[in-house]
């Protein structure tokens, strides 16, 4: 069951707008549609000796936010309008965090209109937002979730005791040339990913494999000046609208995309169990990669 909606626009103005509890605002919410999934679109083919269609693509668009807010009569009515105004300022960009029984969602849009009643007995007013983005994120810490793979496994750990004076008995760590992480995905959508990596030696030809699909990203190190030393980090990114390869070394970013080759694979997540893992030609243990992906549902 839906609890509130948080509004918060560019000046970083804050107003919780509480089904339960209108008194602390003001503004009793009537009525809020646009939370649930939006509608898609579906382009078919008609074949002129074929009965019914041939699907060709679907695609869903943005989703348009509508709350129809009251004014409490307790307050001053004119007061309580005008500060939608600035609550939510025409063309201006407003944060959304719509609270239910179960989780926190988060999406942003821009306010389309703010439709005041003001001559009526029952004054109030209708406020659209257009939001760009399909579905709403997971608003539980920034809105993603991180998976953390490591070429090596700590081993030490306390107490300890060493045997010899001389002979090395103590086992730090074990370095691993192929590591493997699972990422449980619990969304609607399927999204990219972020994968992040950081470089504590020389690799050559690092790449990321997912297991179930048998797909792969490999990052050719010859097409990389200088290589792939320590103190490169590598970030990738797969998610829809923003597919980049970049490397950070000495505080200057560098697009190395072409490093990857013609065919690439732009990793997505499905429901469930996602087995990602990392190899490198040589120098896999020197890598220490981030899996970071954002948790998306089609509505409240």
């Known amino acids: 069951m839906l609890k509130s909606i948080t509004v918060i626009n560019a000046l970083g103005d804050v107003l919780k707008l509480d089904l339960w509890s209108p008194e602390s605002s003001g503004y009793i919410v009537r009525k809020a549609d646009g939370l649930g999934p939006v509608k898609a679109t579906?382009?078919?083919?008609?074949?002129?000796?074929?009965?019914?269609?041939?699907?060709?693509?679907?695609?869903?668009?943005?989703?348009?936010?509508?709350?129809?807010?009251?004014?409490?009569?307790?307050?001053?009515?004119?007061?309580?309008?005008?500060?939608?105004?600035?609550?939510?300022?025409?063309?201006?960009?407003?944060?959304?965090?719509?609270?239910?029984?179960?989780?926190?969602?988060?999406?942003?849009?821009y306010v389309e209109s703010n439709e005041p009643v003001i001559f009526d007995s029952v004054t109030g007013t209708q406020i659209s937002i257009v939001c760009p983005d399909t579905y709403l994120m997971d608003a539980d810490g920034d809105g993603r979730m991180s998976t953390y793979m490591y070429g090596v496994d700590p081993l030490f750990e306390f107490p300890f005791e060493n045997d010899s004076l001389t002979a090395k008995t103590i086992i730090m760590g074990e370095a691993r040339h192929i590591v493997e992480a699972t990422v449980f995905y619990e969304g609607d959508s399927n999204p990219g990913l972020v994968v992040e990596m950081f470089i504590t030696g020389t690799v050559v030809s690092p790449s990321i494999h997912n297991l179930q699909t048998l797909e792969k990203i490999q990052i050719d190190s010859t097409k990389i000046p200088g290589g792939i030393v320590a103190g490169d980090k590598i970030t990738i990114v797969t998610e829809k609208g923003s597919k980049s390869a970049t490397l950070l070394r000495n505080g200057a970013s560098i697009n190395i995309l072409n490093s990857l080759g013609r065919e690439i694979n732009w990793f997505t997540l499905d429901k469930g169990d996602n087995l990602f893992a990392y190899t490198a030609v040589s120098g896999a243990p020197a890598i220490q990669a981030i899996i970071t992906n954002k948790v998306l549902f089609e509505g409240v």
């Not at 409490?72 to 500060?83: C, E, V």
């Open 42 to 109: 579906i382009n078919t083919s008609t074949l002129a000796t074929m009965d019914g269609d041939i699907f060709n693509s679907a695609r869903a668009g943005g989703r348009n936010v509508v709350l129809e807010l009251g004014f409490l009569g307790s307050r001053d009515i004119a007061q309580l309008r005008r500060q939608t105004y600035q609550w939510f300022p025409l063309k201006g960009r407003v944060d959304l965090l719509i609270e239910s029984d179960t989780r926190v969602y988060t999406t942003y849009g």
